[in-house]
């Protein structure tokens, strides 16, 4: 069926596979979107991001990348106000692609009463009538397309907005080879290209009625709970994730129980993950593989951990939408979480 032109297109009326085709043409857009100048600050001693759902995914990439090489440590807050860590020092940035969402827009009302320094990256809606008002800094992105679905837009003006502080998320040479390997994927994941010779049509159809479980390490961690968000969304299908070696703590004793067979385990690899990271995978899979329903591996691309991060988290989209179709579902309406919005009145 994902080889059938006419099955596809019936199963994704609303065209999400040609949102996903258009993620690197997305991504280079995006490199260059102006953020608007910040007030003249000192380094901030910490950064806040307030964003939910795929906004938010956009400001895990970022801490991500951050992780190893920024002293400034980046918090990414999901949920109402704004943490205690936002006092004095801290600069808030507002992440919302709507620009609609309730505690987003309550993150940034609580920024303004603490008087914090903002910025702000959206599409529009109220967060974006508040920065012209307001005259707070503002990125504004493409709109026309779902947030989750959005994520080069979102990542890299946010990128940008904290590299005008000399917080160096990451370098132009990580964004250009991380261009390069999505543009790469996209010939390799899309449509046209058959599932013999297709990775995510593969993987989808190995998943097919499991549940998927996915695992990364340190590194890709973020990006394993990017994927289970990507299958909830687009699959509307239940899944797991997490990261080692916290697992190996913890959920892998649910592993050998029968249960496991219902569930595919997918493990996001990454050539430059530690020794002790690759061995801790092996005997991981040495303990559960036989348990599990299957076990699949994914091999992040490239060399800069954005080109890492990115190549995964691309897969992860496509086999996330194929999966979608295979299960009957329209892999762009997300009904339950509107309904939920309008039921809140937000
Ligand atoms: C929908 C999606 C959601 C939204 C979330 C917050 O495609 O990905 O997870 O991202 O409901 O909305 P925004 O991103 O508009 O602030």
């Not at 309550?106 to 320094?117: I, K």
């Not at 502080?165 to 899309?190: C, F, N, P, W």
């Not at 070696?245 to 496991?260: G, K, L, V």
């Not at 591996?297 to 989209?317: F, K």
Request: proline fraction near 6%.
């Amino acid at each position: 069926m994902l080889d059938d032109r006419a099955a596809l297109a019936a199963a994704d009326p609303h065209g999400a596979r040609a949102v996903l085709a258009a993620f690197p043409a997305q991504c280079r857009t995006a490199v260059d979107i102006e953020t608007g100048a910040l007030p003249p600050m000192k380094r901030p001693r910490v950064v806040v991001v307030a964003g939910m759902g795929g906004s938010a995914a956009a400001a895990d990439l970022v801490a991500a990348c951050a992780a190893d090489r920024v002293e400034v440590p980046i918090v990414v807050h999901r949920g109402y106000g704004l943490p205690s860590v936002a006092w004095d020092g801290a600069l808030v940035v507002a992440v919302s692609y709507s620009g609609n969402t309730a505690e987003v827009l309550s993150a940034v009302e609580t920024a303004q009463v603490r008087r914090l320094p903002l910025a702000i990256v959206t599409a529009g809606g109220a967060l974006g009538a508040l920065a012209k008002q307001r005259n707070v800094p503002c990125a504004l992105v493409p709109d026309g397309i779902m947030p989750r679905m959005a994520l080069g837009s979102l990542f890299f003006p946010l990128a940008r907005l904290l590299r005008a502080l000399d917080l160096d998320v990451v370098s132009s040479a990580e964004i250009e080879e991380a261009l390069t390997v999505v543009d790469a994927l996209a010939a390799e994941l899309g449509p046209e290209r058959p599932s013999a010779d297709n990775e995510a049509k593969r993987l989808a159809a190995t998943i097919g009625a499991r549940w998927p479980a996915v695992y990364g390490g340190p590194v890709t961690g973020p990006v394993a709970y990017r994927w289970k968000t990507d299958f909830e969304e687009n699959a509307k299908a239940f899944a797991l994730a997490g990261a080692l070696p916290e697992m190996n703590h913890n959920t892998i004793e649910a592993w050998r129980t029968s249960r496991a067979r219902d569930l595919q385990l997918i493990l996001l690899r990454d050539e430059h993950e530690a020794p002790e990271i690759k061995r801790r995978f092996d005997v991981l899979r040495q303990l559960v593989g036989a348990s599990a329903g299957g076990v699949s591996e994914c091999q992040a691309r490239g060399q800069g951990v954005l080109a890492r991060l990115l190549s995964l988290t691309y897969l992860g989209q496509w086999t996330s939408v194929y999966l979608a179709v295979l299960r009957g579902v329209d892999p762009w309406t997300i009904p339950t979480l509107d309904a939920m919005k309008r039921l809140l009145g937000s």
